[in-house]
């Protein structure tokens, strides 16, 4: 079991940048590939990047392509988003979620089992 708590978010104007952090408890997290997702109002939750669980292998959903970039810190239980040259349609709640053991990282929301409550991320034109 893996429990999941995003920090981070806020309010940022456009252009900005903020860092999305995601501390994980239980008993395993160094084997679970680690994603990003986000919700806008009125769409379906999509994947924005994520990692493998062995941090060799990392995907960007190509509106994010060269400006938000994900890491893990396995020491510390924790993985991040580094989200830089904001837009506005980046406004959305960031979850942050883990694949049971071995899964694949670039798997849609199906392939993740466990879930963070979300944090939100509003950026102003």
């Known amino acids: 079991q893996v429990q999941l708590v995003e920090s981070g978010g806020g309010l940022v104007q456009a252009g900005g940048s903020l860092r999305l952090s995601c501390a994980a408890s239980?008993?395993?997290?160094?084997?679970?590939?680690m994603g990003w997702f986000r919700q806008a109002p009125g769409k379906e939750r999509e994947l924005v990047a994520a990692i493998s669980w062995s941090g060799g292998n990392t995907y960007y959903t190509a509106s994010v392509k060269g400006r938000f970039t994900i890491s893990r810190d396995d020491a510390k239980k924790s993985a991040y988003l580094q989200m830089n040259s904001l837009k506005p349609e980046d406004t959305a709640v960031y979850y942050c979620?883990?694949?049971?053991?071995?899964?694949?990282?670039?798997?849609?929301?199906?392939?993740?089992?466990?879930w963070g409550r979300g944090t939100q991320v509003t950026v102003s034109s």
């Open positions: 239980g008993r395993t997290f160094r084997n679970n590939a």
């Open positions: 979620a883990a694949t049971l053991q071995y899964g694949r990282y670039d798997s849609g929301p199906t392939g993740y089992k466990y």
